[in-house]
């Protein structure tokens, strides 16, 4: 891999996860005067690459864990402001934003984990504000935005796991907007270039 004319930025991104990573959350939230965000995630490998100069990016992620799991329990009540609940469990994610002449990337992520799986559970009345949920599991998910004019990608993504997203949500008494959203996919990628 060559490097730009100023040097620019080299990344070499290695990482594997060979263990169980769960996150489990309960909570009970009561009378509040503001807003309420409540979040749980669990996730094998992740990867966060910002740059404003020549980059060239070399990205592995390989997870084969018995269980990513993401539990959340919510009770929220009697809120002035607006709700705000998320879940995830992602195998591998990759997100990768730059700003230069040359934006070079090759990614490969396999999932081989028994099953990244969240589930979310919410019994919410009286909002005063929005009430807003989300959960998702994914194998493998890859972002990359740029604005250089040279940006070859490489992205493959493999993914061998069940992948499941639960949610359940009692909801009563919101004065504002409802949305709820409930995802599971096995790989996904999103390139934009500008």
Not at 54 to 80: E, F, K, M
Request: with cysteine; aromatic share 4%; charged share 10%.
């Amino acid at each position: 891999m060559a490097a730009s004319s100023d040097g620019g930025s080299q990344i070499l991104n290695g990482q594997v996860d060979l263990h169980t990573s769960t996150s489990t959350l309960n909570t009970t939230v009561d009378s509040t005067g503001g807003d309420v965000q409540i979040g749980s995630t669990a996730g094998g490998n992740a990867l966060d690459v910002t740059t404003m100069n020549d980059t060239h990016v070399q990205n592995s992620q390989y997870t084969s864990s018995v269980d990513i799991s993401s539990d959340l329990g919510a009770r929220v009540t009697n809120v002035d402001g607006s709700v705000s609940v998320a879940g995830q469990a992602i195998c591998n994610s990759a997100g990768i934003s730059t700003d230069p002449n040359i934006t070079q990337v090759n990614s490969n992520q396999e999932c081989q984990a028994k099953d990244p799986s969240s589930q979310v559970y919410v019994d919410s009345w009286n909002v005063g504000g929005d009430f807003q949920v989300t959960n998702m599991a994914a194998g493998n998910t890859f972002e990359e935005d740029t604005n250089a004019p040279n940006a070859p990608i490489t992205t493959r993504q493999l993914n061998a796991s069940s992948v499941n997203a639960n949610t359940t949500v009692h909801v009563q008494g919101v004065a504002g907007t409802t949305a709820i959203q409930s995802t599971a996919i096995g790989n996904s990628a999103q390139i934009v270039h500008y």
